[in-house]
């Protein structure tokens, strides 16, 4: 499978606790995105990376999360300290080449927090 | 602040009646335009991208106008099939490299 990857699938945590997430772009993707989907909306943007450097942050992101995409390959998303209010479902998406190419998604991670 | 709307939220139609979705956005600016479907607890997949400069893009039984003056993308999807239900949503890349997404439209298609 050359799609996007994204690990796990589903996640289920206590408040307080800490969680990451792992998304794997197709292979020669430059940009990989991270979006934060809640029930009934649409995606919102968290993030984005052009290769290993992280060029753009949203408002959304607040100091509890942190992404990173070393060697410019994967990405992980980290959020400390959870809430409920962070039950959401996290897409990452990754494009190749210039800004306005086509941006494929991956599976999704949906994380519950109780 | 580019705003996306998708009306109407809900479409229910009985099978073989063709699909007709909006999507509306505020600022011209755009790059390009995707739609995408979701079905429940998945992830995205794109159906099709539409560059500024075009004014519809065509797959099968799908086709997408965008009039980018008027801020406004329309989908079509012919003799739908049940397969069909889902939630489609667009979104629009502007300035920076963030796509904006419209709320969705959650379509049955009845049989």
């Known amino acids: 499978d050359t799609g996007v990857s994204q690990n796990p699938r589903h996640k289920i945590t206590k408040r307080g606790q800490n969680v990451t997430f792992r998304c794997d772009p197709i292979?020669?993707?430059?940009?990989l995105y991270w979006y934060r989907q809640t029930l009934g909306q649409g995606p919102e943007f968290l993030t984005y990376?052009?290769?290993?450097?992280?060029?753009?942050k949203s408002r959304l992101l607040s100091d509890r999360f942190s992404a990173e995409r070393p060697k410019g390959s994967f990405s992980t998303l980290e959020i400390q300290r959870t809430e409920q209010g962070d039950s959401a479902m996290y897409l990452c998406?990754?494009?190749?080449?210039?800004?306005?190419?086509?941006?494929?998604f991956g599976p999704g991670t949906r994380l519950t927090v109780l | 602040k580019q705003e996306v709307t998708q009306i109407p939220a809900a479409l229910s139609v009985p099978e073989g009646e063709n699909l007709v979705l909006n999507c509306s956005f505020t600022?011209?600016?755009?790059?390009?335009l995707q739609w995408f479907r979701q079905d429940p607890g998945k992830g995205l997949t794109s159906l099709l991208l539409?560059?500024?400069?075009?004014r519809e893009q065509t797959s099968g039984r799908l086709n997408a106008s965008l009039d980018k003056s008027s801020g406004r993308s329309t989908l079509y999807i012919a003799a739908s099939q049940p397969g069909d239900s889902a939630t489609y949503l667009c979104?629009?890349?502007?300035?920076?490299?963030?796509?904006?997404f419209g709320g969705g439209t959650r379509v049955l298609v009845k049989p």
């Open positions: 990376f052009q290769n290993e450097a992280q060029l753009e």
């Open positions: 998406a990754s494009s190749l080449g210039q800004g306005w190419n086509e941006q494929f």
């Open positions: 292979s020669e993707h430059n940009r």
């Open positions: 600022d011209s600016a755009i790059y390009n």
């Open positions: 979104a629009v890349k502007s300035a920076g490299n963030k796509l904006t």
């Open positions: 539409i560059q500024s400069s075009q």
